[in-house]
């Protein structure tokens, strides 16, 4: 099982490029790294989904490096809005893993 | 769009009760999913479906059981509650398949309380 580590908390400014670091030692070869965004008493939304390499889109950028036993979530100039818990979870679906495990998460917290 | 709903949003049960949460998505994905938060941890997967009729167990699926006869419908079935399932219940889905089929939608989630 593909066991996810993040920083518990960041903080940070708005306009200020935030980066937030998983480690996911045990990745298999078949999982995908997949991050949410989470607002109190709201589901988690997702943010965007990566395999290797770098992939990018509207909100994000998603780092992953050749080994993939790490992966960095970068949300450019961040505003109050961004303030919630971000999570990266790994696995996939065809590989039997039945067990997809989100992290404990991170609280990124944005100041003005 | 409706997207996926829940219900109830609240509960509150008894311990030993059967409870019931549903869970409804309108895009015919192909994959549903149910998990539990606890107070200031992350998910975990309860269970999982792949398609109608098919349905395998998560990380934490003791005490629960699923069913999906139709597509759109995943309800998860607490058949005798306890107090440590008191949680915050989630269902997603997904319309990827393969590898990349992680829960991509979430529902916006079931409070429940076992006294």
């Known amino acids: 099982l593909a066991k996810t580590t993040q920083p518990i908390s960041m903080d940070s400014y708005e306009g200020q490029e935030v980066n937030i670091t998983c480690s996911h030692n045990n990745i298999a070869t078949n999982d995908y790294i997949t991050w949410y965004q989470q607002f109190p008493s709201q589901g988690p939304r997702f943010i965007i989904q990566g395999y290797k390499t770098k992939v990018t889109n509207e909100v994000a950028s998603l780092f992953i490096p050749a080994d993939r036993k790490s992966s960095t979530l970068s949300l450019p100039r961040v505003s109050l809005s961004d303030t919630a818990v971000y999570y990266c979870l790994v696995g996939g679906m065809d590989t039997g893993r039945r067990a997809l495990t989100f992290g404990s998460g991170t609280r990124l917290q944005v100041q003005p | 769009d409706a997207g996926i709903t829940q219900s109830p949003r609240y509960k509150i049960t008894e311990t030993g009760r059967q409870v019931t949460l549903m869970c409804h998505q309108t895009w015919s994905h192909s994959y549903m999913f149910w998990y539990r938060q606890d107070l200031g941890h992350g998910l975990r997967l309860i269970y999982y479906s792949a398609a109608a009729d098919i349905t395998d167990k998560g990380e934490v699926p003791d005490g629960y059981v699923v069913s999906r006869s139709k597509t759109e419908n995943f309800p998860l079935t607490l058949e005798s509650a306890t107090r440590s399932q008191t949680s915050v219940y989630f269902c997603?889905?997904?319309?990827?398949?393969?590898?990349?089929?992680?829960?991509?939608?979430f529902g916006p989630g079931t409070r429940l309380t076992v006294t």
């Open positions: 997603a889905s997904s319309e990827s398949r393969g590898a990349g089929a992680q829960s991509r939608y």
